[in-house]
Structures are given as C-alpha cells and as structure tokens.
C-alpha cells in the first residue's frame, strides 16, 4: 500500500539558516509527489509537486524539492529560511489506483531570530 | 478571494449531539473532499463526492455522513459525536480529481466535543 513517512516531527532553524524536510515514500510505480504547508488557523497550500521529468522541482516561496527514485525520497529544501515560514509541512504522494491523495504525519517548522 | 470556504471556524458540540459543518466552494470544481486532522497526525480522508457521486472510505465511520445538494455547497455531518471526533474537519476540492492536479484547501472547521 502507498505510504508517506516525514521522521521529522518538529525542527527548529535559525532565521537565514538552509532547510530540509525529509520525505520518504513507498509505491510501486512513478509516483505523483507533493508537498504541502498548513500556517497556523489556515488550510493547506501547494508548495510544490512532482510527476516525471526533471527530478528537481521549483515551488513557491523559495522551496524546492528533489525526487530520487533509489532512496525513495523527495526532501523539500529551502536555502535561506525566513520567520514566515514556521508551519507545518507535510509531504504528500497520490495513491493511483485509491485514487486519493496519502498524507505523512508532517513536520512542524520552528524559525528562531 | 477566498475559493473554499468553510464555516464555522470553531465548532464546539456536546457529546451526542448531532452536528454539521459545511464548505462552499467558488471555483466551481467537480470534486469535493472532506479531511479529518487530529493533533499531530496526517489528514485522512473521509469521504469525497465526484459530482453528485459519493465515495466513501472503507474505514470512515457510519456516525460521518456527507451531502452535496449542489457544485458549491458540501456539508459533513457527525449523527453522535463522540470525545474522538474532536479534530479539525477540513474540506478541500479539485477540478477533475486525477492525481496531477492540486487540491484546494478551507480553513477548516476545529470541532471540539464536550
């Protein structure tokens, strides 16, 4: 079964410091991967998402994220993080045939001054 | 602006006591999508409607139900709330439901259970 696993429960960076947030997940064929953010009292929003072709993405806000198929991951980067940016950030891969999207557990993002 | 929105924001029921959030949707896509998030957990979907087409996931529990009377308008309703339900409800939609597109997301609806 399609799976989504973020080991990062909480991290905490210094404002300007770089960022990544680490994904892994579990399909069996090309998948389609995303990666969300929840700011506090607020719905989800797209960051960005993966489906073939290039494996380094480009997504609002600064972020990127690269897709390699052999670890299977998908990291979401950022190299310089601003105070804005603390919220949760949860990965995401559309299951195929379920035919819904399969969230991680996500990771809750701390910007210290 | 605002493209889903959901009301209310804060839902506070008592134990039992049947209750209904609702989301409306300006965008005027096909699906619609209702997401359970507990503290600390991943979304889980609850059931979502293609159209006037209900789907429903094989573990959401009977006391979740769902209507969709029009494109715009979806409502979630919770028959007998109980202390586990308490989470944020959220809804979200998409034009065509297939797996490349991105999904719109509410506010969502924080419902507490006393």
């Known amino acids: 079964a399609q799976s989504v696993t973020q080991p990062d429960i909480h991290i905490t960076v210094s404002e300007g410091a770089s960022l990544e947030l680490r994904c892994n997940y579990s399909?069996?064929?090309?998948?389609?991967l995303f990666w969300y953010v929840q700011s506090p009292g607020q719905g989800l929003q797209l960051l960005l998402k993966y489906f073939s072709g290039d494996t380094l993405v480009q997504g609002i806000k600064g972020f990127e994220a690269e897709f390699k198929r052999s670890q299977s991951s998908f990291n979401l980067r950022k190299p310089s993080v601003h105070w804005s940016d603390a919220a949760e950030y949860f990965c995401a891969v559309w299951g195929g045939a379920t035919n819904k999207l399969i969230f991680g557990t996500g990771t809750l993002l701390a910007v210290q001054p | 602006d605002a493209m889903v929105i959901q009301n209310p924001r804060y839902q506070v029921t008592q134990f039992g006591k049947p209750v209904t959030l609702s989301c409306s949707q300006t965008?005027?896509?096909?699906?619609m999508y209702w997401y359970q998030q507990k503290s600390s957990q991943a979304p889980k979907l609850l059931f979502h409607?293609?159209?006037?087409?209900?789907?429903n996931e094989a573990d959401t529990p009977d006391n979740f139900q769902s209507r969709r009377p029009n494109t715009s308008f979806c409502f979630l309703d919770i028959r007998s709330p109980g202390l586990g339900d308490a989470a944020m409800y959220l809804c979200?939609?998409?034009?065509?439901?297939?797996?490349?597109?991105?999904?719109?997301f509410g506010s969502g609806t924080q419902l507490s259970v006393l």
């Open positions: 979200a939609t998409s034009r065509t439901g297939t797996g490349r597109e991105k999904l719109f």
């Open positions: 399909y069996g064929a090309t998948p389609y």
């Open positions: 965008l005027n896509h096909n699906v």
């Open positions: 409607y293609y159209d006037k087409d209900f789907n």
